[in-house]
Antibody, heavy 119, light 110 residues
Framework: QVQLQESGPGLVKPSGTLSLTCAVS?????????WMWVRQSPGKGLEWIGE???????NYNPSLKSRVTISVDKSKNQFSLNLSSVTAADTAVYYC????????????WGQGTLVTVSS | EIVLTQSPGTLSLSPGERATLSCRAS???????LAWYQQKPGQAPRLLIY???SRATGIPDRFSGSGSGTDFTLTISRLEPEDFAVYYC???????????FGQGTKLEIK
């Protein structure tokens, strides 16, 4: 059973960079799947941030593309999210997730981590 | 970018009743790229349906998905107390490659 666990600071200052890591257990990050980040602002819906393949190929949400970098560390079986120039609008629960066996849906999710942007 | 609009925003029903949730796309969606999720407070979303009509592993058969083109439906045949939650539809688009979600339907106990 694949498990994902997010980690990182829960508080980031405005104009700073939000950095999160997702540790993958129960399976290899090189298993021909896309790994992604999704966020949910308080009381709001879900927003896809971007995805990465173990080769390093990435796709990003066009609305966030200028500020987002997703990277993978195969040696540690984990992938990471960096979001720069954050504002209060970036306050959200951030989830990491995996592309499903059938593709085009997300079957495994982390439990989510709340990141607050505030001075 | 394809926009997904879910209706109703809130659905009030009683256990044992049938629930019908709608997801309408701003342009045609490949059925293979349409999924449904359930989210309970404080939890991550759970995949219910993928490919518009295939149940994910471990999902009870009271959940079913249907539809094609721009109109998709999630049906819960007989509501159980644990089914009251928020439901999201999601689609994958290729140009550019990205996922988008509907705004959600809250299914509440009447």
């Amino acid at each position: 059973q694949v498990q994902l666990q997010e980690s990182g600071p829960g508080l980031v200052k405005p104009s700073g960079t939000l950095s999160l890591t997702c540790a993958v257990s129960g399976g290899s990050i090189t298993n021909n799947k896309w790994w992604m980040w999704v966020r949910q602002s308080p009381g709001k819906g879900l927003e896809w941030i971007g995805e990465i393949f173990h080769s390093g190929s990435t796709n990003y949400n066009p609305s966030l593309k200028s500020r987002v970098t997703i990277s993978v560390d195969k040696s540690k079986n984990q992938f990471s999210l960096n979001l720069s120039s954050v504002t209060a609008a970036d306050t959200a629960v951030y989830y990491c997730a995996r592309d499903s066996e059938a593709g085009y849906s997300l079957d495994y999710w982390g439990q989510g981590t709340l990141v607050t942007v505030s001075s | 970018e394809i926009v997904l609009t879910q209706s109703p925003g809130t659905l009030s029903l009683s256990p044992g009743e049938r629930a019908t949730l709608s997801c309408r796309a701003s342009q045609s969606v490949t059925s293979s790229y349409l999924a449904w999720y359930q989210q309970k407070p404080g939890q991550a979303p759970r995949l219910l349906i993928y490919g518009a009509s295939s149940r994910a592993t471990g999902i009870p058969d009271r959940f079913s998905g249907s539809g094609s083109g721009t109109d998709f439906t999630l049906t819960i045949s007989r509501l159980e107390p644990e089914d009251f939650a928020v439901y999201y539809c999601q689609q994958y688009g290729r140009s550019p490659p990205m996922y988008t979600f509907g705004q959600g339907t809250k299914l509440e106990i009447k």
